[in-house]
């Protein structure tokens, strides 16, 4: 694997922990929110990460070419397709993977009712529905997020010391 292609890899996770930070971030800002545009509470949100499929320049050309109209022919077709697998076979360092955010889930658990019967958004008996945000919890995921965060820098630094190295043994 390349050098930029672990920079890479470490960039897709310092974009995915940000957008988890701001999640948490929205989540602990709402989280006294009783009436939101929707109606009801506010529900917590949470970040579902999935891993990005390591994926070879072949396959990326493989999949361009299909879709263009030139190479429909049936013979065009196989002329290609024996090239593509010819760099198939011949590329051992694939584009890496990574994670990315792969959809943001609502948390539907209904939140703790809480007796306030002065309160603006209470029933007749004089409960209030709060969000389901649990600020401990919140603040938990924050420093995990944080801390996956400061690992992908650490990382990106890392490798950016290792590629200063390599030129400069090419100085000497």
């Not at 957008?19 to 109606?39: C, F």
């Not at 002329?79 to 948390?107: L, M």
Request: hydrophobic share 35%.
């Amino acid at each position: 694997m390349s050098f930029f292609q672990t920079m890479n890899t470490s960039v897709t996770g310092l974009t995915s922990q940000r957008v988890r930070m701001d999640i948490i971030a929205q989540n602990i800002a709402n989280a006294t929110t009783t009436q939101t545009a929707e109606g009801g509470p506010y529900l917590r949100q949470a970040a579902i990460f999935e891993s990005i499929p390591r994926q070879h320049f072949a396959d990326q050309l493989d999949e361009a070419l299909r879709q263009n109209p030139l190479t429909q022919g049936r013979r065009q077709f196989e002329q290609v397709n024996n090239i593509v697998e010819r760099a198939r076979s011949n590329d051992p360092d694939a584009t890496p993977g990574g994670v990315r955010v792969s959809q943001i889930f609502t948390d539907h658990t209904p939140g703790p009712l809480v007796y306030d019967p002065a309160h603006p958004h209470a029933d007749v008996d004089g409960y209030v529905r709060m969000p389901n945000v649990n600020i401990v919890y919140e603040m938990v995921n924050m420093i995990s997020a944080s801390r996956s965060y400061e690992a992908n820098m650490t990382a990106i630094t890392t490798t950016r010391a290792l590629i200063q190295a390599t030129l400069n043994l090419g100085q000497g």
